[in-house]
Structure formats: C-alpha cells, structure tokens
C-alpha cells in the first residue's frame, strides 16, 4: 500500500499524529484512540507496510515511531497545492481589502 492510501484512512492519521512526539507502545495508542488492540494493530501494520512508522521490540513492548522519509514525500507533492492555497488567499484577502 502506497503512503497515500494509508493516509486516507482517518484512524491512520490519528496514529500518526500521535506518534509525531515520539515513539509509543500499542497500549498506549489503544489508550487513545476510541480502537480496540486488534483495530490499532491492523491499523499499524498498514501504516508499517507502508512505509510511514516502525517497529521495535522493548521487552514485552512493541514500539512504533514515525518513518520521515514517506512524509517527506507526501510534503513535497502537497506543495504545489499549497502555493495554489496561499495564492488563493492572497487574491481573496486583495478582494475584501478593496471591497470593504
């Protein structure tokens, strides 16, 4: 699975924004998220697959901490959408300055 598709699934996203200060355990995220364990870990072995966190073992802990690389791909092909956003609002703010 592409990064792309797992990003579309919101739960997807909510882990990841989770784990964006740093590593933590399954419990934890489960803790979290309105998920059971096995919703959580489906959820994390696609966002593995896909490139967008890891997994390392602790004792009895499965850790997972985000990947950079497939995000910063992600971020490099939002960018021209985000030049079309702020340019957008640039004419918009020009708009209502010169139409009070």
Known sequence: MSAYA???EPHRRQILDLLRDG???VGELVERLDLSQPGVSKHLKVLRE???VAVRT???QRLYALRPGPL???AQWLEPYRVFWARTLD???HHLEDNP
């Open 91 to 93: 004419a918009l703010e």
């Open 50 to 52: 896909a490139g967008l």
């Open 72 to 74: 910063a791909e992600v």
């Open 58 to 60: 602790e004792g009895k």
């Open 23 to 25: 590593e933590r355990p």
């Open 6 to 8: 797992a990003l579309a």
